[in-house]
């Protein structure tokens, strides 16, 4: 079988990786913008060969891992040039606008939206490595005009490299990442730039941040190549969750100018309800 992965880098990579364990006879084919990435993937081990768009129609499988608004522009061709058994998967951490796109393609059911929840802040094909995906949940969307058959066959491979389905409509999943994992990476960055900002030394940033800061900005390394893409695909949800997260900023603030410690108290006691559902989710 050959997998085409188009993108090589943290999370093509490691699907690949993972693929390469979990079945036999298949040969893996490296498609990149990045020359640089491209030879790194080799030279580690990730890819077996370089590949060329121009022999796309050679694949059984292709997995499209690059930014979202790249995705967009590339799918519907790749689409047209799929033989008739072949799927093309992608990863993309946005679904409503791709799935859209080609809803009415002639070959749709050849393609499946995916979303793997798994990931790192770091990007490339050096930050690529096997069992990211273990344990963790592979979002499928508007997977009904997936052709069952292909459908099926991406299921056992997911949960042969360690994953669990859920299914989601592509306009939920978009919603639902808003508030998950979107406001997540904006107030990570947004608290970094104001750290910068405000500790014009760079030296007390080393010494006196704790591993709580370390751990709070750890997402504002992200690569803003994939993450300004999906601020912009996911717009009206995000400033929808921006807005009711300023409120919740503005509502701390205007408790400690009121010298309402109490009321700041039960905020950040009501908060703590997290700790179970985070524990919860780690259990999965
Ligand atoms: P990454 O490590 O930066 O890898 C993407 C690779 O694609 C890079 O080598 C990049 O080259 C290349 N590329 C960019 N545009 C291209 C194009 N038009 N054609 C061919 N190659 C192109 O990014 P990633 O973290 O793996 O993210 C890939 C996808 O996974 C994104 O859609 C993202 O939304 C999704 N995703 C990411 C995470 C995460 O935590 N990172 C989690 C789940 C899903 P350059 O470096 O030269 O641009």
Known sequence: MKVYVIGIGLIG??????LKDALSNIEIIGIDSSEKNLNEALSLGIIDRIGSMDTIEEADRIILSIPVKESLNLLPELLNRLHSDALLWDVGSTKEQLCKLVSDHPKRDQFLA????????????????????????????????????LLLWAKQTFRQIGM???????????????????????????LGKTV???????????????SGFESTVRLAKSSPAMWAPIF??????????LDAYIDNLENFKSLLLKDDYAALFQEMKNTNQLTSILNGISKK
Do not use: W
Not at 114 to 123: L, Q, V
Not at 130 to 149: H, M, V
Not at 176 to 187: F, G, N, R, T
């Open 13 to 18: 990579g490691s699907m690949v990786l993972d």
């Open 114 to 149: 995916a979303h793997p929840i798994a990931g790192t802040e770091f990007s490339g094909p050096k930050a690529a490595h096997r069992g990211l995906f273990a344990g963790k949940p592979q979002i499928l969307c508007e997977s009904n005009k997936t052709r069952p058959d």
């Open 164 to 190: 669990y389905i859920r299914f989601m409509e592509a306009k939920a999943h978009d919603k639902h990442m808003a508030y998950v994992s979107h406001l997540s990476h904006i107030s990570s960055f947004m």
């Open 196 to 210: 910068l900002e405000k500790e014009e030394d760079e030296n007390n940033i080393f010494d006196l941040a704790g």
């Open 232 to 241: 912009e695909q996911n717009k009206e949800n995000v400033i929808e969750t």
